[in-house]
């Protein structure tokens, strides 16, 4: 009942706002028409569709308002009024009340706010769909004053979202039980990932440690900051880390005004997305414009600033390699290896034809080749991917849908910055030196070097243990014989008892028919 009750919510909502002018009169159909004109009746629509569709989604909670921020960065697929109006999901959804604020911020530490930082400032600055942010001070160990910002936890998300996760694998029952290629799609599972990855938002700490390794990660490569996290500041529901100061992403305006590279920040952004997801694999899964800032400051002077880590992906050793080779045939345009490893891999059901397959992958990729980005809509790539999918039953893999919906964030923002930017171009030699790595003298020199405690422990135990194998062998051979003898023999006792009681049951048959002949006669 209460699964219904929030469906009655959620179509109540759609309705109260005029969601469904936005569907069914897009039909042609008489009759759809004329039904969405009676829902109309009674209604005030006079607010802009896009303004209307934001405060549904803002109204129905964090997962609806996540989906909208998934859509704001697709202005491919959104007309510009719609696109321009979820964008203010990104960041700035109404904040809750700050002194509700202040006291979560006293019940994690126990401690009063005033002597926690130096100054606190009431008035969030950025307020999104699982949290909000505040800036503050602190006093360091040496006596100086750091810049901090200070993110709380929305209070009673954890009920909510349970409620509407339930509702979801409820109508994933329904989708996966409808028809099979709902069952191929595993609605269910996807779900599941989905939850999983929710509720980890939900833990600040989880969030913090997040930072905290995509912060080591990223040391090296000079093109993205993360901020240092204060581990003394931080619970479930509060963490306090470094400020930070940059300009966001979508004010391309004031960037270009301050002389940052436009082109080459588009070009660092898959850098670092690939680096992220082969050579980490964890990667950051929420890469949409409020979360993503640019440095302006001399030292960090055009490198990215990454926010809100509380959602990461992770990959296993064999999906990156799966991924690495299918992104390298693609870019080779190697269709048949492309179609290869869909049925080494198990995707595909045995017994496909690969030149079947090669050619359907063909005819949607090739098409897409050597265009610039603004001629390139990755979303309709992939749609046509899935239909391709759907007629040769590829089975959907539910620990890849933060990927795809991240690489979907990376073509939105590449989009916005460089509509000139060849995608597969600047991933190509990228890719082609993860896949040498891997498999070259480099890879093999790191995994000794992994190995080489292990490797120590048992070098001084090796003349032991190659002592007591030889003392041992002999008495384990011997065994072994017997017991090969002593199962020859059962074997030879089964046989004969077989043949015998044949050539008996045999016998008896004659004498039984020799017997019935001569009372006949």
Same mark, same amino acid.
């Given at each position: 009942?209460?699964?219904?009750?929030?469906?009655?919510?959620?179509?109540?909502?759609?309705?109260?706002?005029?969601?469904?002018?936005?569907?069914?009169?897009?039909?042609?159909?008489?009759?759809?028409?004329?039904?969405?004109?009676?829902?109309?009746?009674?209604?005030?629509?006079?607010?802009?569709?896009?303004?209307?569709?934001?405060?549904?989604?803002?109204?129905?909670?964090?997962?609806?308002?996540?989906?909208?921020?998934?859509?704001?960065?697709?202005?491919?697929?959104?007309?510009?009024?719609?696109?321009?109006?979820?964008?203010?999901?990104?960041?700035?959804?109404?904040?809750?009340?700050?002194?509700?604020?202040?006291?979560?911020?006293?019940?994690?530490?126990?401690?009063?706010?005033?002597?926690?930082?130096?100054?606190?400032?009431?008035?969030?600055?950025?307020?999104?769909?699982?949290?909000?942010?505040?800036?503050?001070?602190?006093?360091?160990?040496?006596?100086?004053?750091?810049?901090?910002?200070?993110?709380?936890?929305?209070?009673?998300?954890?009920?909510?979202?349970?409620?509407?996760?339930?509702?979801?694998?409820?109508?994933?029952?329904?989708?996966?039980?409808?028809?099979?290629?709902?069952?191929?799609?595993?609605?269910?599972?996807?779900?599941?990932?989905?939850?999983?990855?929710?509720?980890?938002?939900?833990?600040?700490?989880?969030? #913090?440690? !997040?930072? %905290?390794?995509?912060? @080591?990660?990223?040391?090296?490569?000079?093109?993205? *900051?993360?901020? +240092?996290?204060? $581990?003394?500041?931080?619970?479930?529901?509060?963490?306090?880390?470094?400020?930070?100061?940059?300009?966001?992403?979508?004010?391309?305006?004031?960037?270009?005004?301050?002389?940052?590279?436009?082109?080459?920040?588009?070009?660092?952004?898959?850098?670092?997305?690939?680096?992220?997801?082969?050579?980490?694999?964890?990667?950051?899964?929420?890469?949409?414009?409020?979360?993503?800032?640019?440095?302006?400051?001399?030292?960090?002077?055009?490198?990215?600033?990454?926010?809100?880590?509380?959602?990461?992906?992770?990959?296993?050793?064999?999906?990156?390699?799966?991924? #690495?080779? !299918?992104? %390298?045939?693609?870019? @080779?345009?190697?269709?048949?290896?492309?179609?290869? *490893?869909?049925? +080494?891999?198990? $995707?595909?059901?045995?017994?496909?034809?690969?030149?079947?397959?090669?050619?359907?992958?063909?005819?949607?990729?090739?098409?897409?080749?050597?265009?610039?980005?603004?001629?390139?809509?990755?979303?309709?790539?992939?749609?046509?991917?899935?239909?391709?999918?759907?007629?040769?039953?590829?089975?959907?893999?539910?620990?890849?849908v933060l990927l795809q919906k991240t690489l979907l964030n990376i073509e939105g923002l590449g989009r916005q910055l460089d509509p000139e930017l060849d995608l597969w171009h600047t991933a190509k030699p990228f890719l082609e030196k993860w896949m040498a790595d891997q498999i070259g003298p480099r890879k093999l020199w790191e995994q000794l070097r992994a190995e080489a405690p292990r490797y120590a422990k048992l070098l001084p135990q090796l003349p032991r243990l190659l002592h007591d194998y030889l003392e041992q062998r002999p008495a384990d051979h011997r065994r072994e014989v017997r017991e090969l003898l002593e199962a020859q023999k059962r074997t030879n006792r089964l046989l004969q008892a077989i043949v015998y009681g044949g050539m008996g049951f045999v016998l008896g048959l004659l004498v039984m028919q020799f017997v019935v002949r001569v009372r006949l006669f």
């Amino acid at each position: 009942m209460r699964r219904f009750a929030r469906g009655v919510v959620i179509v109540w909502v759609a309705l109260r706002y005029g969601l469904d002018e936005l569907v069914l009169t897009s039909f042609q159909k008489p009759w759809l028409r004329a039904l969405g004109r009676m829902i109309s009746v009674g209604r005030n629509l006079d607010a802009p569709r896009g303004q209307r569709l934001r405060e549904a989604l803002e109204r129905l909670g964090p997962i609806f308002v996540k989906f909208g921020q998934v859509l704001s960065t697709r202005r491919d697929l959104l007309p510009p009024d719609i696109a321009d109006e979820l964008a203010w999901l990104q960041d700035r959804v109404p904040p809750f009340d700050s002194a509700v604020a202040i006291a979560t911020i006293e019940r994690a530490f126990r401690r009063p706010v005033n002597e926690i930082f130096e100054q606190f400032d009431a008035t969030p600055v950025a307020s999104a769909s699982i949290a909000q942010v505040h800036f503050a001070t602190l006093r360091d160990p040496h006596g100086g004053i750091r810049e901090v910002a200070v993110k709380v936890l929305r209070p009673g998300m954890r009920s909510v979202i349970d409620k509407d996760l339930e509702l979801m694998a409820m109508m994933a029952g329904w989708v996966e039980r409808a028809s099979a290629d709902g069952k191929r799609l595993k609605p269910r599972q996807v779900v599941a990932e989905f939850d999983k990855y929710l509720h980890d938002e939900l833990d600040l700490v989880r969030e #913090a440690a !997040n930072a %905290a390794q995509l912060r @080591r990660n990223m040391a090296e490569l000079d093109m993205l *900051l993360i901020p +240092e996290m204060f $581990w003394d500041l931080c619970h479930e529901e509060v963490i306090v880390m470094e400020r930070m100061k940059g300009v966001p992403i979508a004010q391309l305006d004031r960037l270009r005004a301050a002389g940052v590279d436009i082109p080459k920040l588009a070009r660092d952004g898959v850098t670092i997305f690939f680096t992220q997801v082969f050579r980490d694999g964890f990667f950051h899964a929420d890469m949409h414009p409020g979360n993503i800032q640019v440095s302006l400051a001399p030292e960090t002077f055009g490198r990215y600033i990454s926010l809100d880590f509380g959602i990461v992906g992770t990959l296993t050793e064999s999906d990156k390699e799966y991924l #690495a080779q !299918n992104f %390298a045939a693609f870019f @080779r345009r190697d269709y048949k290896r492309v179609a290869e *490893l869909h049925l +080494e891999s198990g $995707w595909v059901p045995e017994g496909t034809r690969v030149d079947e397959l090669e050619g359907a992958i063909r005819t949607v990729c090739e098409p897409y080749f050597d265009r610039p980005l603004k001629e390139i809509s990755l979303g309709m790539v992939l749609m046509r991917l899935f239909q391709t999918s759907r007629r040769f039953h590829v089975e959907i893999q539910p620990q890849l849908v933060l990927l795809q919906k991240t690489l979907l964030n990376i073509e939105g923002l590449g989009r916005q910055l460089d509509p000139e930017l060849d995608l597969w171009h600047t991933a190509k030699p990228f890719l082609e030196k993860w896949m040498a790595d891997q498999i070259g003298p480099r890879k093999l020199w790191e995994q000794l070097r992994a190995e080489a405690p292990r490797y120590a422990k048992l070098l001084p135990q090796l003349p032991r243990l190659l002592h007591d194998y030889l003392e041992q062998r002999p008495a384990d051979h011997r065994r072994e014989v017997r017991e090969l003898l002593e199962a020859q023999k059962r074997t030879n006792r089964l046989l004969q008892a077989i043949v015998y009681g044949g050539m008996g049951f045999v016998l008896g048959l004659l004498v039984m028919q020799f017997v019935v002949r001569v009372r006949l006669f």
